[in-house]
């Protein structure tokens, strides 16, 4: 290994100095001998020209096929302010039960449906801050990640239920959804965060007024629907939550 490589070095000083003899003993080969390198310099330029546009060019078709109105990776979205005037403000008020469907170009600016908070009712946090957990009737919103184009449920809501997780249901006691036990299909589908400024994710409260005390209650909850899936063995965050209360 280390031999080949001295010896390249030796054969380069060769050249080297060969070429300053060339150079100065006769005129005409030196021409002939900087015409050589001027050419392999050419070349070696205009290859690296023709990698570089190569290059250039997968990358351009790479970009091309991206569409930054479809998220690649997860859409990073701040949480949407759920305040009553905020969502009165610049969302529109839409009709329950069918998809709020709207055309047009890709770019295009799409209109959010109105989530209040104060739908959530009990759990909404405006009367009672602690969201229930001060009395021990805890409230946990549920969310679902945005899908753009989803159109959530195929024409029936997808809804959500709650049960004990590899224990008795009845220490789980009886759970009160806000505003109902499923995601209205007037919420989708979600046009992604370049063109649908003002989406408001639709929430499900679950206000557990009745978990037995003193007791590690693990609770399920999961959502139901068509291609929805919620039994994934490993996964134990995908269409459903699992989490442990003790209500003291
Ligand atoms: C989104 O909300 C802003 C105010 O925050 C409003 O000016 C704008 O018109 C809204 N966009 C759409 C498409 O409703
Ligand atoms: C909701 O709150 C009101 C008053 O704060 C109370 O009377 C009512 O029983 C609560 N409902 C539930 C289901 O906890
Ligand atoms: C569940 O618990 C209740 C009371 O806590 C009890 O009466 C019932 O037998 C239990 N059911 C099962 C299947 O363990």
């Known amino acids: 290994m280390l031999r080949s490589q001295e ?4 054969q380069d000083r060769n050249a080297w100095t060969g070429h300053r003899n060339v150079t100065r003993s006769g005129k005409g080969l030196g021409w002939i001998r900087g015409s050589t390198e001027a050419l392999i310099l050419l070349f070696y330029f205009l290859l690296y020209a023709f990698l570089t546009g190569m290059f250039a060019l997968c990358i351009y078709g790479l970009l ?8 690649t990776y997860r859409d990073r979205v701040f949480p949407p302010d759920y305040d009553d005037g905020k969502q009165m ?8 039960g069918q998809y709020f469907l709207q ?3 890709e770019h295009e600016e799409r209109k959010a449906c109105q989530f209040r908070r104060s739908l959530l009712k009990n759990c909404s946090g405006i009367g009672d801050p602690s969201f229930g957990f001060s009395r021990g009737k805890p409230c946990i919103l549920l969310k679902m990640n945005r899908i753009v184009g989803f159109k959530a449920g195929f024409g029936t809501p997808i809804f959500v239920s709650c049960g004990s997780y590899k224990g008795n249901d009845s220490h789980v006691g009886p759970v009160t959804f806000y505003p109902k036990n499923y995601f209205d ?10 063109s649908h400024v003002n989406y408001t994710s639709p929430l ?3 206000h557990f007024t009745e978990v037995i005390p003193n007791h590690d209650v693990t609770i399920q909850c999961q959502i ?11 996964d134990r965050f995908l269409g459903r939550v699992i989490f442990t209360m003790n209500i003291g």
């Open 204 to 206: 499900v409260a679950m």
């Open 224 to 234: 139901n629907g068509q291609d929805i899936v919620n039994d994934h063995e490993k």
């Open 185 to 194: 299909l007037m919420y989708y589908p979600y046009y992604g965060k370049l």
């Open 64 to 71: 091309l096929t991206i569409s930054p109105y479809v998220p």
């Open 7 to 10: 010896c390249i070095i030796l």
């Open 89 to 96: 403000a610049t969302n529109v008020e839409c009709t329950p």
């Open 103 to 105: 055309d047009g170009e």
